[in-house]
């Protein structure tokens, strides 16, 4: 699983990377939209557009249709897991010749699936949605905010035929985007510092109250050093630091977003090399690479705005090769 996480943090990294406004070559983007889909519930993957097609003139622009629809999936997916495992339980403990079949295909020999089982199980669940649509749900939040100036006047840069600051974009701002930023920007991370700092004495306990902590809440501390249980949140918020270059940054000049998207990776490294968070050498070494490949990704993205690559396709295929070859690696 941790290494499973530690894809999914590069990936949607990478993804990231896809928002800024760089020239890239589209060898590069193909790569940023297939590590975006196989590493997080994006728009690749989980696109709604054709679903909302017939009502396009019908009510809100789809735009603001699919921020709502995002912005209610965690609640959804809750509620469709809570359904499955409650049917589950009882499908389980009943006592007909389908719930025998059940617990001998489930259970060893003489277990019992408990309400605390089914209830663990929902939790683990909604943990694991949490992980891999945060960074999708940030930037749902924030792309209601992105705006660019346009002959004086700002639109929508998702869909620059939408106009910010006007009543409809403001109901939207003040509905959907600061409550998703609220919930899923701040408030997710804090209730999962929660989670953990109650339970940190009995993280890495041995026994059975050891073990109901790892199994229930593991996928957000395991893998990490004792010291480091907190971990999974310095990786949220450099995700949500990233999207928010790219979202704010729109009002500075290219460069300066760049740069504060490398200052943002620069010091990920130097907190990665100096507190080393993972229990396993090969934990760290892992998440050292994929925070290396984001930064020669995006300081190397910086030279298509030079002279050189310009006028000079020869150099534009050395940086667009040096990008690849360092990801692949």
Same mark, same amino acid.
């Given at each position: 699983?941790?290494?499973?996480?530690?894809?999914?943090?590069?990936?949607?990294?990478?993804?990231?990377?896809?928002?800024?406004?760089?020239?890239?070559?589209?060898?590069?983007?193909?790569?940023?939209?297939?590590?975006?889909?196989?590493?997080?519930?994006?728009?690749?993957?989980?696109?709604?557009?054709?679903?909302?097609?017939?009502?396009?003139?019908?009510?809100?622009?789809?735009?603001?249709?699919?921020?709502?629809?995002?912005?209610?999936?965690?609640?959804?997916?809750?509620?469709?897991?809570?359904?499955?495992? &409650? @049917?589950?339980?009882?499908? %389980?403990?009943?006592?007909?010749?389908?719930?025998?079949? !059940?617990?001998?295909?489930? +259970? *060893? =020999?003489?277990?019992?699936?408990?309400?605390?089982?089914?209830?663990?199980?929902?939790?683990?669940?909604?943990?694991?949605?949490?992980?891999?649509?945060?960074?999708?749900?940030?930037?749902?939040?924030?792309?209601?905010?992105?705006?660019?100036?346009?002959?004086?006047?700002?639109?929508?840069?998702?869909?620059?035929?939408?106009?910010?600051?006007?009543?409809?974009?403001?109901?939207?701002?003040? &509905? @959907?985007?600061?409550?998703? %930023?609220?919930?899923?920007?701040?408030?997710?991370?804090? !209730?999962?510092?929660?989670? +953990? *700092? =109650?339970?940190?004495?009995?993280?890495?306990?041995?026994?059975?109250?050891?073990?109901?902590?790892?199994?229930?809440?593991?996928?957000?501390?395991?893998?990490?050093?004792?010291?480091?249980?907190?971990?999974?949140?310095?990786?949220?918020?450099?995700?949500?630091?990233?999207?928010?270059?790219?979202?704010?940054?729109?009002?500075?000049?290219?460069?300066?977003?760049?740069?504060?998207?490398?200052?943002?990776?620069?010091?990920?490294?130097?907190?990665?090399?100096?507190?080393?968070?993972?229990?396993?050498?090969?934990?760290?070494?892992?998440?050292?690479?994929?925070?290396?490949?984001?930064?020669?990704?995006?300081?190397?993205?910086?030279?298509?705005?030079?002279?050189?690559?310009?006028?000079?396709?020869?150099?534009?295929?050395?940086?667009?090769?040096?990008?690849?070859?360092?990801?692949?690696?």
């Amino acid at each position: 699983s941790m290494m499973f996480k530690t894809l999914a943090s590069y990936g949607q990294v990478i993804g990231i990377a896809s928002l800024f406004p760089y020239k890239w070559p589209p060898e590069i983007l193909r790569f940023f939209e297939f590590m975006d889909a196989i590493t997080s519930v994006s728009d690749r993957i989980l696109n709604t557009d054709c679903a909302l097609e017939e009502r396009r003139g019908q009510g809100l622009p789809l735009i603001y249709e699919k921020a709502i629809l995002y912005m209610m999936a965690p609640p959804i997916f809750i509620a469709c897991a809570a359904g499955v495992f &409650l @049917v589950s339980h009882a499908c %389980i403990n009943s006592k007909n010749r389908f719930g025998t079949w !059940l617990r001998n295909f489930f +259970l *060893k =020999k003489g277990e019992i699936w408990t309400h605390s089982d089914t209830k663990r199980c929902m939790i683990v669940a909604s943990i694991v949605a949490m992980v891999i649509l945060h960074p999708t749900l940030v930037r749902q939040a924030m792309f209601l905010l992105m705006c660019v100036e346009i002959e004086d006047l700002f639109y929508l840069r998702k869909d620059v035929q939408l106009q910010c600051l006007t009543t409809e974009h403001d109901l939207m701002t003040i &509905l @959907v985007a600061i409550p998703g %930023i609220l919930v899923y920007v701040l408030g997710w991370p804090l !209730l999962v510092v929660q989670l +953990l *700092k =109650k339970r940190k004495h009995k993280l890495h306990l041995k026994g059975i109250a050891g073990h109901q902590a790892r199994s229930t809440y593991g996928f957000l501390y395991r893998g990490y050093a004792s010291k480091r249980y907190y971990w999974e949140v310095v990786i949220m918020l450099r995700k949500t630091m990233m999207v928010m270059v790219a979202t704010f940054g729109l009002r500075a000049t290219v460069p300066t977003q760049g740069l504060l998207a490398l200052f943002v990776i620069s010091m990920s490294l130097a907190a990665h090399l100096k507190l080393k968070p993972h229990e396993n050498e090969t934990l760290d070494k892992l998440e050292f690479y994929g925070l290396s490949a984001a930064f020669i990704t995006l300081y190397f993205g910086m030279f298509f705005f030079t002279d050189d690559v310009v006028f000079a396709p020869w150099w534009g295929f050395v940086v667009t090769f040096t990008i690849m070859f360092t990801n692949s690696l």
